[in-house]
């Protein structure tokens, strides 16, 4: 399912690294990660983004930063399928699915 993530980032994204991670990245163990969505919130020094991916590799989202020389500095996720973060919960904290969201999320499909 995809996740998407919000994530400062030391170092300017560009459009070049938009196309990288639209084909996928080879990161430094060299595993080939599926393509993801990234998109450019603000661009500079410090940059804000947006990306969307589809597995999920341990520290997935900083090792392909790292890939093409950048250093994620934040980083938080913001949905998995159709989920949205429960801005509600402590740090910490959680809760239970209801039976609807698990649901959906066992028979979640592409949406085009």
Do not use: C, W
């Not at 690294?17 to 410090?46: C, N």
Request: avoid cysteine; proline fraction near 2%.
């Amino acid at each position: 399912v995809p996740k998407t993530y919000f994530a400062i980032i030391q170092g300017e994204v560009t459009e070049s690294d938009v196309e990288a991670f639209q084909q996928g990245v080879v990161l430094g163990d060299g595993y080939h990660t599926k393509p993801g969505d990234l998109e450019i919130l603000t661009s500079g020094s410090i940059s804000e983004i947006k990306l969307t991916i589809t597995e999920g590799k341990f520290h997935q989202v900083k090792r392909m930063f790292e890939s093409v020389g950048k250093r994620v500095t934040y980083l938080k996720r913001l949905t998995m399928a159709d989920l949205v973060l429960d801005e509600t919960l402590e740090l910490g904290e959680y809760r239970e699915l209801t039976e609807e969201e698990l649901e959906g999320l066992l028979n979640y499909e592409k949406k085009d």
